[in-house]
């Protein structure tokens, strides 16, 4: 008879490839799934009675910042809290390796926290740090083109030389070497606004080659989206790399409505090029206070600032009224700050979530005081309000954009799917009961219905919490073919 360490009876299996579910036995010896099937003959360890539960791929939380997070706080309970097993750190331009400061980190590299937390010369470095670390989840890692910059340039508001950008690649092709699954820009923020197509197009070169991807966080969300589209699409083309649009969305209320062109202008791309994009399941967003998307006609709430850490968890208006000034001066004086915009419309963001190009990730911001619930609720609510409640996408389309998707799409080998021999990343819920409890009001809380999260092998998480067995890995990049 088999052996094995756990034994998984009777769950619905929904094996990540978006197939509808099935009432299956999953073994699990080591770091790997040994068994797949009916009525295993398994003489388990363990053995964990899973009729009417769910049991899924462990979810691959796409967009995060958490580059510092996962080696400062290990226990990411956060994600795992969520049925996540690995992260992709190093979105939006900004990673934490390779990263030498000569000061204050730029923003919004400030949203991985202060100079002091930036350790990482190399990528390397920060490789060897984060095995020493052990989090609780899996990490895979993009280079940030913001952070490449600052590295190699004495100002960011212009375009980086020629010499500037050879410095950059080298850079950039030791991470590759060393497993970074691509590049990451953000050239919607002031630190890479004066790039231009052509210096992301130089590097974007190299990752054809390796195998890696583009990622952008566009330059700009709201009236020119779809020119902003077109350049991510263009760099695509001429690099020829698969290209990821980062969060998206139609920011600012003179944009509410505009998704179905966004996602006609995706899904022509999509014919010609290996493209998609990723999602929070939230009409609002998060990030650094930005003096642009200040509207007195959203609603914006300060989530930190450095002169008046007081006000955190107020709203613009409010503060700029106890003031007796208009809203842009308010927001001024609380810079540099963090901030929740309300900007985004419901319809929007659901016809976007709800699209087969569509992965899932939190965008969650860790180092933030009173963040944004996506942090804590992103995965759970995709599955228990808009797949349950809403109807707005079946069960297995929900899981399939949260695992086997992303793991084809980031070159994640051996994951993502429940497959004899691939690692044991499982995630154990309640599809009744499963749903996010975090709230703008009240951000820092665990989502119900997650049963069980095992991470290579390892229970991570149950009902009680975390298990404190750490087993996450770095994930290298992998080949793996990119399918629409
Ligand atoms: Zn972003
Ligand atoms: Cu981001």
Redesign the pocket.
């Known amino acids: 008879m088999l052996s094995c360490d756990t034994l998984i009876r009777n769950a619905s299996v929904l094996d990540g490839s978006g197939a509808p579910p099935e009432v299956l036995d999953i073994a699990i010896r080591d770091d790997r799934i040994c068994g797949v099937g009916f009525s295993l003959a398994c003489s388990a360890a363990s053995v964990v009675e899973a009729e009417g539960l769910a049991l899924a791929p462990g979810f691959i939380d796409v967009?995060t910042?958490d580059d510092t997070s996962v080696i400062r706080s290990p226990e990411m309970l956060a994600k795992l809290s969520q049925g996540v097993s690995t992260v992709i750190v190093g979105?939006?331009g900004i990673s934490a390796a390779p990263v030498q400061l000569k000061g204050e980190p730029p923003d919004p590299m400030n949203l991985l926290g202060g100079a002091e937390v930036f350790r990482y010369p190399t990528f390397s470095a920060y490789v060897a740090a984060l095995r020493e670390a052990r989090p609780g989840v899996n990490v895979g890692a993009l280079v940030g083109h913001t952070a490449l910059r600052n590295n190699h340039m004495d100002r960011l508001d212009r375009i980086a030389t020629d010499a500037e950008i050879a410095a950059m690649r080298t850079q950039l092709g030791e991470a590759l070497d060393g497993g970074a699954l691509g590049l990451s820009s953000g050239l919607a923020y002031a630190s890479a606004r004066a790039a231009s197509t052509d210096e992301v197009k130089a590097l974007a070169q190299p990752l054809a080659s390796a195998g890696a991807v583009y990622v952008t966080?566009m330059r700009t969300e709201a009236n020119a989206i779809l020119d902003a589209m077109d350049e991510a699409f263009a760099i695509g083309r001429a690099c020829h790399v698969p290209v990821i649009l980062?969060?998206l969305k139609c920011a600012g209320i003179a944009n509410w409505g505009r998704s179905e062109e966004v996602l006609h202008a995706l899904e022509a791309a999509r014919a010609a090029q290996p493209t998609g994009c990723d999602c929070y399941p939230y009409a609002a967003g998060s990030s650094t206070l930005d003096l642009q998307q200040v509207d007195e006609r959203v609603q914006i709430t300060i989530t930190w600032s450095v002169p008046h850490p007081e006000l955190a968890g107020q709203s613009l208006a409010s503060i700029a009224q106890a003031w007796g000034v208009p809203h842009l001066d308010a927001a001024r004086r609380l810079q540099p700050a963090g901030a929740i915009y309300h900007s985004i419309s419901e319809a929007d963001m659901r016809r976007i979530l709800a699209h087969p190009a569509t992965m899932i990730g939190s965008?969650g911001l860790p180092n933030d005081p009173r963040p944004h619930p996506r942090l804590w609720g992103t995965f759970p609510r995709v599955l228990g309000r808009y797949c349950r409640e809403e109807e707005l996408i079946t069960l297995p389309d929900a899981v399939h954009k949260m695992t086997g998707m992303p793991a084809q799409r980031f070159g994640l080998a051996e994951r993502g799917l429940i497959r004899m021999g691939y690692f044991a990343d499982l995630v154990l819920f309640d599809p009744a009961k499963i749903i996010d409890t975090a709230t703008f009001t009240d951000p820092i809380r665990a989502a119900e219905g997650i049963e069980s999260v095992w991470v290579n092998g390892t229970l991570a998480y149950t009902t009680a919490g975390a298990t404190g067995n750490r087993a996450g890995r770095f994930l290298q990049r992998a080949r793996t073919p990119w399918i629409q």
Do not use: G
């Open positions: 967009h910042h979105n939006c966080h980062s969060h965008d």
